[in-house]
Each structure stands twice: as structure tokens, then as C-alpha cells.
């Protein structure tokens, strides 16, 4: 499959089988995730996988509060959810930068590593769905963290029982600006 | 190429040989991009790719001032830069979600469009290099975007001229936490 065939398969799978996901598989998904670039090599993530009774509990505080209002019902029906944790920078002149810039790089960076894990994820077969309106205390707490803890993305995973739909993007003229012209 | 070649493969290279990249291929990296998916299908993203003369002129507005300790000296030597645009959320329910949770999604959502398009570059052998570092005034004013926007991620596109080397990162047990047993 080439990398536009790929990116033109995976989708947001809201509907999953309840089939198990292979353990091997997981870690395929986890492995392209480790692999992704982050700014100063920082790798700022760390991956909470969740799965049985306690996966069904996490799905409940997702969905708690002002976030229950049915959006995210399909959540507990996925065999895993994956909680991501953005972890600070550690070291201080990429922490600096990142505060004279304004930049929350580490979100850029976690980005790009679950971005890794859905299209690894669509290449197996398998779905995922990027999640980002949730109770994040509430999942914090599930997941015995500290307050100043932070996740800024979830994610959901397992066998898709959907056929999904085309995509709707907007054309390439509309998302690009051409500046300069080549040199002689 | 499958896709845990592919993340293998990808690099950030600092070192570009003057060769022009083919429109074509420039539009296939895009292409990757277009298609990422972002929150509430926002796609809240604006390509400026940057040659020639102005492209020079940019990466000098680039490494202006408090940015020009010679960290990203190789910028120029890249035949196109890609400078984007990360658009504020129209609709006013994602805006409102951004907002509650704290989370500028916009940024999540740009980095998925940019990883697409280096990891398409990969592919076809092209040389990207992430860049979070740069006077993001001074690329607004040589691009004649108004102070307002925002510049959160550039890029570099063109032919890679060094070797690469092997990646250093973290081993999977210290980036994973499994919780919970499968359901019988």
C-alpha cells in the first residue's frame, strides 16, 4: 500500500466488533508511535493502554460530567482506549523556547505520535478514533494521576464494524498559497 | 514500503543538495496533507510554500534576531520552505470544546497535516525537516499575513544531501503503561 493509499484508508471508526486486538498487533502501533520525531528528540508522551472491565470504568469518566451528553457513547465499545499522556519538557532550553514562542510544542509532538499510531493502526486493519472532548480529571483520576497531569488526546481501538464513508476535505487550491517563483 | 519502513525511513535532514523538487511531487506531499483528519473536520490549515528569491528573504526573516544563533543556518540551502498557517476554528461548538478543555486543537490537528506530508516526502525520497524555532513576526511580515495569525509550524522540502543516522529513542516499556486484564 503506498503512504496516499494509506492515509486515504484510515477514518474515524466509531463502531468496533468486539473481537480482541492481538497483543502483537498493539505493539506494531505502539512501536511506529515510539519512532516519530519530537522537538529536541524530547519525546514527550507516554502511552496509558487500558482494556477490560477496568477500559469500561475509564470509558464512564471520559463521558462524566458535561461531557456525558452522548457524543462519545461508542467509546466502551472499543476493546482498548489508549490515554495519552503529554508529558513537560524536560530539559530547560527547549522549555524556554517553547515559552518565548507561545508553543506548546509537546502538543505538536504527542500529535505526531498518535497521528503514527492510527495510520499503523489502518494498515492492519485495525480502526481508531481520535478523541479530545473528554473529562480529563475525571480520566486522570481513573488512571491514579496527579493533577497537574496532563492528556490532551485519547484514542480508541479495535476491529471496525462500520463501512465508513468518503472523505470530505477541501480542495488543494483552498489550503495552498504559492509564494515566489523558481530560481533561473 | 510498509509503514514501520516508512517511520524508519523519515528523518530530519539539515543538508539538501540545490535540485529542484518536481511541482508534482510538491503537490503529492500536499496531497498527504489534505487529506489528514483534524477535529470536527476543521482542516484548519493554510500551506505557503515559499522558493526562489522570496524563499531566501524568508529564511532570513526566519533566523532574524533573537532567532539567528546560527541553530537553523541550513535553512536556505533547502530549495522550498513551507510556512503554516494554522486557521482559527470556525464553527462555534469546536471553538467553545477548545476553549472549556484548555486544548488549541488547531495545533493538534496542524501537526497531523505536516506529519502526513513529511512522512509522503519520505516516501518519495524527499528531505523534510520540522522547524519550531523562528521569528514568527518577522515570517508574518514577509509573507504579508496580518499579526493576528499564526505561524506554529515551518518546514524545509528538497533533496536530502547527507546520510542520516540512526534513531535514539526511548525503549517502548518506559513510553507505555498497560492497565487492566482482558475481559474473560
Given amino acids: 500500500m503506498t503512504f496516499t493509499d494509506l492515509v486515504r484508508t484510515r477514518r474515524s471508526v466509531r463502531r468496533y466488533k468486539p473481537d480482541?486486538?492481538?497483543?502483537a498487533l498493539l505493539d506494531t502501533c505502539l512501536e511506529a508511535a515510539r519512532l516519530a520525531p519530537s522537538a529536541c528528540n524530547s519525546q514527550p508522551?507516554?502511552?496509558?493502554?487500558?482494556?477490560?472491565?477496568?477500559?469500561?470504568?475509564l470509558a464512564r469518566a471520559m463521558n462524566s460530567g458535561l461531557y456525558?451528553?452522548?457524543?462519545?457513547?461508542?467509546?466502551?465499545?472499543?476493546?482498548?482506549?489508549?490515554?495519552?499522556?503529554?508529558?513537560?519538557?524536560?530539559?530547560?532550553?527547549?522549555?524556554?523556547?517553547g515559552l518565548i514562542?507561545?508553543?506548546?510544542?509537546?502538543?505538536?509532538?504527542?500529535?505526531?505520535a498518535v497521528d503514527h499510531f492510527t495510520?499503523?493502526?489502518?494498515?492492519?486493519?485495525?480502526?481508531?478514533?481520535?478523541?479530545?472532548?473528554?473529562?480529563?480529571?475525571a480520566v486522570k483520576e481513573q488512571l491514579g494521576l496527579?493533577?497537574?497531569?496532563?492528556?490532551?488526546?485519547?484514542?480508541?481501538?479495535?476491529?471496525?464494524?462500520?463501512r465508513g464513508a468518503p472523505k470530505n476535505r477541501k480542495p488543494l487550491g483552498a489550503i495552498v498559497r504559492?509564494?515566489?517563483t523558481p530560481s533561473p
Wanted: proline content about 7%; glycine content about 8%.
Fill in 178 to 180: 504559492r509564494h515566489g
Fill in 45 to 57: 508522551w507516554l502511552f496509558h493502554v487500558v482494556q477490560g472491565t477496568l477500559k469500561s470504568d
Fill in 101 to 112: 514562542r507561545n508553543v506548546r510544542y509537546e502538543m505538536l509532538d504527542v500529535a505526531i
Fill in 119 to 137: 495510520l499503523q493502526a489502518a494498515e492492519l486493519g485495525l480502526g481508531t478514533c481520535w478523541i479530545g472532548w473528554f473529562n480529563e480529571k
Fill in 146 to 162: 496527579p493533577p497537574k497531569s496532563r492528556i490532551d488526546v485519547m484514542l480508541t481501538l479495535g476491529w471496525p464494524d462500520d
Fill in 20 to 23: 480482541d486486538v492481538a497483543p
Fill in 68 to 97: 456525558g451528553k452522548g457524543l462519545n457513547a461508542f467509546i466502551d465499545e472499543a476493546p482498548l482506549i489508549v490515554a495519552v499522556e503529554t508529558l513537560p519538557r524536560e530539559r530547560l532550553a527547549p522549555r524556554l523556547a
